[in-house]
């Protein structure tokens, strides 16, 4: 059998497996060409050979006050890793010296490339390394991108209800622009006539960590498919429920590790005072597959099928990196997860698809903004069991939300995994928020707004992918608030109103002309019988986004200066202008005075002070009123 390095060249590489050809730029290590059976090249050859495949992040140095820099990191050195008829590994890597100064980012990469024999495609993973003693330095971004050939590939596949075939780059330079660059109206689609008048965005297409395991796009001539495959999250950022770009018109596809999209204001890696830091991302895959045929389906199920294969062999026991440990060096840990609610049932409650994972040590709810470290998370089974494998040598925390139950638990005692050992942690209960039994509630526990009332998109403003189906990634949502509510606020009455039909799913600004929005004044009307004014009552807050807002809360005295209470300005995750339905996770707990309620009707007014964009605001994942603690619960 022949070698699978194929040949070298002083600028090139080519790895050959008689399958697939790689073709990587020596020694700065960017794809210049895949090659598919008689297909010479799947990316974009009319790119330069930079703009093709590639690496990149988004870094800054902190003390010197500049805007983020895109840098795809051309290496500057090349190795043969392993080389023989099963498996080849390369290396292109560039180490960082103080005497490169302020232009190179202050990090040492190693940048791999695998191709194993008889495997339709090839891995790659890269190592960041920051010395101790290092410049101080900021991450916003790290994602690897493919440029493909935009005559062949025109059909792009995100789930099984997330295809369709794509505009152009040219038709979305014929289109116009909308309230930023990334979302154009389709004016005149030549490559297919029936997309005009829809908005494309690339935005419309990310999705949640746990959901993105596999996205690419289908040629229709020949039938072929190029598909990315994240086989783990654990060199992901944020936990399984951040979203994050996946494919979209150019052609391109993107394996994210990490962004500042639907994040907080904490969001990126930050390494102050020296600090050493060393992360691996990856491997992930890149599969090509094809047939004779032309049924999109059929290229669809088998790169979903190749998905699972994929996940189920990880950790990968093939890369040659130190830093990459295999099964045999990682540890398990086995548990079960008891919510404990007497407000809710008198017995410990198993947590039923409970999000269970590991993550460094931090405080509650700390794994939202956790970007430099690995994470590994599994859902518990009906009775709140769980299983986390293949979990890297080292120090975390337990962390875990239930849905249905508000809130974050984390476990008290740190876990120590080591090589090879098995940890049975037994049961753990988490004891969530409550003071009092519930009076009221609106909404579903479930960290989204998704139960909520999302409105059909403007005339003229739609994506018809999104007619049926997650109606909240439609352009311009935001924008119906002021055609439903023109000249006053929500008012949602508890016991009459219906938050699937009532409550908007984004508390947004009010448009006020072509430039100016404010904010808006949300009410929620309710009785109380017998108050009583000597006790405290409980209002709970869970937000599902925040973007730039502020929620200042006031109970039956809208006029007054002073709010009861107030988050402050909260919030980065522009996830309403990036049509997402969930940022990230806040959770409030207002004090409410007896003495403030009064028997009969009251109203808490919900204000988001801020205004200026049509972006500014949240979206709420539950609200709860409980009353005064009751011995009878107990």
């Known amino acids: 059998m022949a070698r699978l390095l194929r040949s ?25 060409g895949l090659a598919y059976k008689g297909v010479k090249n799947i990316l974009e050859r009319r790119n330069k050979e930079t703009q093709r495949g590639y690496w990149d992040i988004m870094w800054s140095r902190p003390d010197q006050h500049k805007k983020s820099r895109f840098d795809t990191m051309q290496a500057t050195r090349f190795r043969v890793i392993e080389q023989t008829e099963d498996q080849i590994e390369v290396s292109f890597s560039s180490t960082w010296r103080v005497s490169h100064g302020e232009n190179l980012v202050p990090l040492n990469i190693d940048r791999r490339f695998i191709i194993l024999r008889g495997v339709s495609g090839f891995y790659s993973y890269s190592i960041f390394e920051h010395e101790e003693g290092w410049p101080a330095l900021n991450i916003d971004e790290a994602r690897i991108a493919f440029k493909l050939d935009k005559d062949m590939f025109r059909y792009m596949a995100i789930s099984d209800k997330r295809q369709r075939i794509m505009p152009t780059a040219t038709d979305r330079k014929r289109g116009h622009e909308l309230s ?15 997309l005009k008048g829809e908005v494309d965005d690339k935005y419309q297409y990310s999705s949640d960590n746990k959901d993105s395991h596999v996205h690419g796009w289908i040629s229709n001539r020949p039938h072929v498919g190029f598909w990315v495959i994240t086989p783990s999250d654990e060199f992901r950022a944020a936990g399984p429920v951040k979203p994050d770009l996946t494919s979209h018109a150019g052609p391109t596809s993107l394996a994210v590790f990490f962004s500042d999209h639907y994040a907080g204001a904490n ?51 093939f890369p040659k990196s130190k830093d990459y440990p295999h099964a045999n060096e990682r540890g398990t840990i086995r548990g079960r997860l008891l919510v404990r609610d007497r407000y809710i049932e008198r017995d410990l409650m198993p947590a039923k698809s409970a999000y269970v994972g590991l993550a460094r040590p931090g405080d509650v709810g700390s794994w939202q903004d956790d970007y430099e470290g690995y994470q590994f998370w599994t859902k518990t ?5 769980f299983t986390i494998r293949g979990v890297r040598p080292d120090t975390y925390n337990l962390y875990a939300w239930v849905p249905g139950i508000i809130g974050d638990f984390k476990h008290k005692n740190e876990v120590i995994v080591r090589k090879g050992n098995e940890i049975h942690i037994g049961e753990i209960i988490y004891d969530p928020p409550r003071n009092g039994p519930t009076i009221w509630e609106i909404g579903i526990p479930d ?9 059909d998109p403007a005339p003229g403003l739609m994506n018809k992918l999104y007619i049926n189906n997650e109606k909240f990634r439609q352009y311009g949502l935001w924008d119906r608030y002021t055609d439903l509510y023109p000249n006053k606020d929500l008012i949602y009455t ?17 448009k006020i002309n072509k430039k100016n929005y404010t904010g808006t004044t949300w009410q929620i009307q309710f009785d109380v019988r017998k108050v009583i004014t000597t006790a405290s009552y409980t209002l709970r807050i869970a937000l599902a986004s925040a973007n730039f807002a502020e929620i200042q809360v006031r109970v039956n005295n809208p006029p007054a200066r002073r709010p009861l209470f107030s988050t402050g300005r909260i919030g980065k995750d522009n996830a309403v202008a990036r049509h997402g339905i969930h940022g990230r996770y806040y959770l409030y707990g207002v004090s409410l005075p007896g003495f403030q309620l009064q028997n009969g009707r009251n109203i808490i007014y919900l204000r988001q002070s801020r205004g200026l964009t049509p972006f500014v605001g949240v979206m709420y994942d539950y609200i709860r009123l409980e009353g005064p603690p009751d011995e009878d619960y107990y």
């Open 8 to 32: 070298t060249s002083m600028f090139r590489v080519d790895i050959d497996n008689g399958i697939v050809k790689l073709t990587l730029t020596k020694p700065t290590g960017l794809m210049a």
């Open 180 to 194: 930023y660059r990334e979302a154009v109206l389709l004016s005149n689609s030549t490559s297919n006539p029936r």
């Open 267 to 317: 969001y990126g890696i930050r390494l102050r005072d020296g600090q050493p830091w060393k992360k691996v991302f990856g491997p992930v895959f890149v599969y090509v597959n094809s047939d004779s045929g032309n049924n999109h389906t059929t290229l669809w199920e088998d790169a979903k099928r190749k998905m699972s294969e994929e996940t189920e062999k990880w950790p990968y026991d």
């Open 381 to 385: 089974d009906e009775t709140g069991y």
């Open 447 to 455: 960290r989204t707004a998704s139960e909520f009332f999302i409105p």
């Open 494 to 510: 508890v016991g009459e109103s219906d938050y699937r039909k009532d409550w908007f799913f984004a508390h947004v600004t009010r």
